[in-house]
Nanobody
Framework: QVQLVESGGGLVQAGGSLRLSCAAS????????MGWYRQAPGKQRELVAT???????NYADSVKGRFSISRDSAKNTVSLQMNSLKPEDTAVYYC???????????WGQGTQVTVSS
């Protein structure tokens, strides 16, 4: 049974920084995409950032230049460095691992990030 465990959320003032981390427990292989999504109250879950096994990164426009994603494929971990945080970044952040063959999605339980103004 594979589980993704996130850590690093919390409360921070606007302009501050947080670093989220996600690690997989259990045997996991051939993960093509690792990423972070977030869901604010009353809103749909949205993509924050992804990184492929080859290291290609993709970011939501709203976080470009402020957030940075990184991965350690050997350890099956992914991190999200969040700088210059804004109140609108407040959400539950979810870690996601995705494999294309066979199509498989793994989700973490979510970690709360709250940015106060």
């Amino acid at each position: 049974q594979v589980q993704l465990v996130e850590s690093g959320g919390g409360l921070v003032q606007a302009g501050g920084s947080l670093r989220l981390s996600c690690a997989a427990s259990g045997t996991i292989f051939r993960i093509n995409y690792m990423g972070w999504y977030r869901q604010a109250p009353g809103k749909q879950r949205e993509l924050v950032a992804t990184i492929t096994s080859g290291g290609s990164e993709n970011y939501a426009d709203s976080v470009k230049g402020r957030f940075s994603i990184s991965r350690d494929s050997a350890k099956n971990t992914v991190s999200l460095q969040m700088n210059s945080l804004k109140p609108e970044d407040t959400a539950v952040y979810y870690c996601n691992f995705k494999r294309t063959i066979p199509p498989t999605n793994y989700w973490g339980q979510g970690t709360q990030v709250t940015v106060s103004s």
